[in-house]
């Protein structure tokens, strides 16, 4: 098989797969061969350059023997897709609704029990603990600053 050139495709999760290819083949034509109905959605990059022309030949690339390619498939043609509107998610503000979202309020009520039960039972909570309990309001008091503020 002469003329054959082996291409290692890396992916983002470090697995690797071995293209055979021709340096005269394309860009384009070495996405439809391994990437067959997703050529819209992958993005080739060969020593830090996006590889955008299409046309483009291997050997114009200095492509050769050996050489990693670096591949990333993007979710950018599957969302041009328009959605149904009957099933659009309100806005939220400008923040997605989800478990990192929610963990700060929920976080700041068991603050506030924790304070309350500090102020009413006084003799439950030792000078480290309450020194503790006003470190971690500090300490979360700037990570919701940091998350929320302006």
Request: hydrophobic share 45%.
């Given at each position: ?62 492509i050769t023997d050996n ?34 979202n929610l963990l700060v ?46």
């Amino acid at each position: 098989c002469s003329g054959l050139i082996k291409i290692r495709l890396k992916f983002l999760n470090d697995t690797e797969e071995v293209a055979v290819v021709r340096p005269e083949d394309t860009v384009g034509g070495l996405k439809s061969k391994y990437f067959p109905g997703q050529e819209n959605q992958m993005k080739f990059i060969y020593r830090g350059q996006l590889l955008q022309d299409q046309g483009r030949t291997l050997r114009s690339l200095h492509i050769t023997d050996n050489c990693v390619i670096h591949c990333h498939r993007s979710r950018a043609a599957a969302a041009t897709a328009l959605p149904d509107p009957g099933t659009a998610a309100p806005d939220a503000g400008g923040l997605p609704l989800g478990a990192g979202n929610l963990l700060v309020p929920a976080v700041m009520v068991v603050l506030a029990a924790v304070w309350y039960l500090r102020i009413n039972y006084r003799q439950l909570f030792t000078a480290p603990a309450t020194v503790s309990l006003i470190g971690v309001t500090v300490l979360f008091s700037f990570l919701a600053f940091g998350m929320y503020g302006q």
